[in-house]
């Protein structure tokens, strides 16, 4: 292969490496996906985020928060929709990080507010035990228990045995009842952000970002990256590069041997290329799927406290395996009756004209 060859081919990888340059990247598989908004410190260009959304990966591979006034919280889900997230301790003990949880200078705040007393008791700690949920993680069970409660009974019985640790303010996912005696808090805190508004823009499957890097206005994308992942933006780019450059070798080809333009090696004597033959083949990689209209034509449901679905055992999502929430979005294919995530559903199906879970073919629209 000779220089100018070589030359060619470089640029065609430049320029299909540039087209993934804001590409959704993950910390490690099974991981959530970070994208605008967020944007992973050293694998995506500052660009590609919003200032006060970044986030990096630990060495276990966790997804970790950063947040000015408190230490890093692991990521467990983005609903970019929803604009909201659920993150919790990397070390696995949320309680003892919610008695210094400081949000503020952060975008993030929570959706629903819970306010929580700690008590450390060591006195009847089989009964205290056996009656309330102690917080295993901040307990020794043969020396003391630490309690957490929102009841005002339950307020009032410890305060006379147990010394009061703090009061704080929770983000819960959703507020207890009432009923609640206590709670160990091990669950997922739930917060949210207003700015950039751009779950409007994510709900409809395309993309937020910034329109240029000198204006940093933003600006919904319906470019072909919709609902497609890192390795469809790769066969995209394939697809559309290839025969373009083809078509430029094959132009510069004819310049170079009509004017005897060339190094030795470079034309045969008829005047053809030999050494452009071997560098990439007549194939073209296709993509078989299932076309946008057909897609949104696929009935939606919004989920409602209750979690319930057309089938009783869809309690997760069979394609990034989350359990379904409140207020979020699904999508069912009709001749099946499966549920997914709208957005999960929505980058499978242009890559794969079938189920996930049955294989069953839905038809295109007419």
């Not at 091990?186 to 910034?210: I, K, M, Q, T, V």
């Not at 679905?309 to 699904?330: A, H, Q, R």
Request: hydrophobic share 35%; proline share 8%; with cysteine.
């Amino acid at each position: 292969m000779n220089i100018l060859s070589l030359i060619l081919f470089f640029t065609y990888l430049t320029l299909v490496a540039s087209m993934e340059t804001c590409l959704d990247s993950v910390c490690q598989i099974k991981e959530p996906i970070i994208r605008f908004p967020f944007q992973i410190e050293g694998k995506q260009e500052k660009t590609c985020g919003y200032p006060g959304f970044k986030v990096s990966c630990s060495e276990k591979g966790q997804t970790l928060l950063k947040l000015p006034n408190s230490r890093e919280l692991s990521i467990q889900r983005i609903n970019y929709a929803a604009q909201q997230l659920w993150v919790n301790d990397p070390n696995n003990c949320i309680p003892k990080r919610l008695l210094s949880l400081n949000l503020s200078g952060s975008p993030f705040d929570a959706v629903y507010y819970q306010e929580f007393t700690f008590f450390n008791c060591s006195l009847n700690l089989e009964y205290l035990m056996y009656r309330y949920k102690p917080i295993a993680c901040l307990s020794d069970a043969s020396k003391y228990a630490v309690f957490a409660t929102p009841s005002q009974s339950v307020f009032a019985h410890l305060s006379s045995i147990c010394d009061l640790v703090d009061t704080v303010k929770v983000p819960v996912q959703s507020p207890l009842s009432e009923h609640v005696l206590s709670s160990d808090l091990a669950d997922d805190l739930r917060l949210s952000w207003d700015s950039p508004p751009c779950g409007r823009c994510e709900s409809h499957g395309d993309r937020c970002g910034f329109e240029n890097n000198n204006t940093f206005e933003l600006h919904c994308s319906k470019v072909p990256s919709k609902g497609f992942s890192r390795s469809a933006s790769y066969a995209l780019a394939i697809c559309i590069g290839t025969p373009v450059f083809l078509c430029f070798i094959a132009v510069v080809s004819c310049i170079c041997s009509r004017y005897g333009i060339g190094t030795h090696g470079w034309a045969s004597a008829n005047g053809s290329v030999p050494d452009f033959e071997p560098l990439i083949g007549p194939e073209r990689t296709n993509i078989s799927g299932l076309d946008g209209p057909t897609i949104e034509s696929y009935p939606k449901i919004v989920i409602g406290e209750s979690r319930c679905l057309p089938k009783p055992d869809d309690k997760t999502c069979p394609i990034c395996l989350s359990e379904y929430i409140p207020k979020e979005t699904v999508k069912t294919i009709p001749e099946c009756g499966h549920c997914f995530h709208s957005q999960c559903i929505d980058e499978w199906l242009p890559l794969n004209a079938s189920c996930p879970i049955c294989r069953t073919s839905p038809p295109k629209l007419p």
